[in-house]
């Protein structure tokens, strides 16, 4: 059975940084795409960063130039390094990962960003 969980949130004051890091586990034959959403409250989920196998990224216009995502291939791993955050960051940031051809996301981790 795959697992995929997410480990790093936790509250932090305006300004400040967390890593997020996310380890897909089980019976896993090949892994593609991975990256990180975020929900908050009364909102959609939205992508935040994405990174390919090859290591092509992509962030949404209010995270770029402040994360940063980052994959580890032999762990089956993915990384978010959030800095400078702002309240707005406040969210549950979930882990995505293509492995063997399906989507799997994990429970989600919760960021929380204090003014």
């Known amino acids: 059975q795959v697992q995929v969980v997410e480990s790093g949130g936790g509250l932090v004051q305006a300004g400040g940084s967390l890593r997020l890091s996310c380890a897909a586990s089980?019976?896993?034959?090949?892994?593609?795409?991975m990256g990180w959403h975020r929900q908050a409250p009364g909102k959609q989920r939205e992508p935040v960063a994405t990174?390919?196998?090859?290591?092509?990224?992509n962030y949404s216009g209010s995270v770029k130039g402040r994360f940063t995502i980052s994959r580890d291939n032999a762990k089956n791993a993915v990384y978010l390094e959030m800095n400078s955050l702002k309240p707005e960051d406040t969210a549950v940031y979930y882990c995505a990962a293509e492995l063997s051809g399906s989507a799997y996301w994990g429970q989600g981790t919760q960021v929380t960003v204090t003014s």
């Open positions: 990174i390919t196998v090859g290591g092509g990224t």
């Open positions: 089980g019976s896993i034959f090949s892994i593609g795409d």
